[in-house]
T-cell receptor, first 114, second 113 residues
Framework: DTGVSQDPRHKITKRGQNVTFRCDPISEHNRLYWYRQTLGQGPEFLTYFQNEAQLEKSRLLSDRFSAERPKGSFSTLEIQRTEQGDSAMYLC????????????FGNGTRLTVT | KNEVEQSPQNLTAQEGEFITINCSYSVGISALHWLQQHPGGGIVSLFMLSSGKKKHGRLIATINIQEKHSSLHITASHPRDSAVYICAVRVEAGGTSYGKLTFGQGTILTVHP
């Protein structure tokens, strides 16, 4: 299966620690998105890459959050000094870049901050 | 007020029933998506539409651009249809939307045998 892959699936960390998540999109997809989903809510947009360029960041993305896509392939999302409010499912999605293309989602990384 | 509103938030049905989930949005869009999310997080795209109606198996999606409204119908519902169904819109932004989606809060569907 060459779908969108996210690692790890689950992460439990203590408040104040740093965490990093990885997303491997479908190989020919140049658009990559990060979303955050809390229980009972729909996903919220965090940030978007076209190739290696980060073109948009949500106001939800505080200074503690940083995302990279250094070679235009995989992406990482880092959260520094985690807070309990950061507990959520972090979803990655990719698409080939045509406006008519659907998004392909990974299974997400569930973060629990204790 | 959210840009994308779904109703109902929770829906319980008996196997075989016809199900309708509604989605209203308040912004200009270039496309609307219906997505299915099972426990554990994985999201699957069911439909992407910008006008009219699409059908896939027992699923039908319609959209009325003028009324800013879309519906997802499931005919002859089955317990395996139990999932969260999410409406999401691709917002128009100066002609370059980047494909970013704005999501509704989801509808939790439970189909009992």
């Amino acid at each position: 299966d060459t779908g969108v892959s996210q690692d790890p699936r689950h992460k439990i960390t203590k408040r104040g620690q740093n965490v990093t998540f990885r997303c491997d999109p479908i190989s020919e997809h140049n658009r990559l998105y990060w979303y955050r989903q809390t229980l009972g809510q729909g996903p919220e947009f965090l940030t978007y890459f076209q190739n290696e360029a980060q073109l948009e960041k949500s106001r939800l993305l505080s200074d503690r959050f940083s995302a990279e896509r250094p070679k235009g392939s995989f992406s990482t999302l880092e959260i520094q000094r985690t807070e309990q409010g950061d507990s959520a499912m972090y979803l990655c999605a990719s698409s080939p870049g045509r406006e008519t293309s659907p998004l392909h989602f990974g299974n997400g990384t569930r973060l629990t901050v204790t | 007020k959210n840009e994308v509103e779904q109703s109902p938030q929770n829906l319980t049905a008996q196997e075989g029933e016809f199900i309708t989930i509604n989605c209203s949005y308040s912004v200009g869009i270039s496309a609307l998506h219906w997505l299915q999310q099972h426990p554990g997080g994985g999201i699957v795209s069911l439909f992407m539409l910008s006008s009219g109606k699409k059908k896939h198996g027992r699923l039908i999606a319609t959209i009325n651009i003028q009324e800013k409204h879309s519906s997802l119908h499931i005919t002859a519902s089955h317990p395996r249809d139990s999932a969260v169904y999410i409406c999401a819109v691709r917002v128009e932004a100066g002609g370059t939307s980047y494909g970013k989606l704005t999501f509704g809060q989801g509808t939790i569907l439970t189909v009992h045998p």
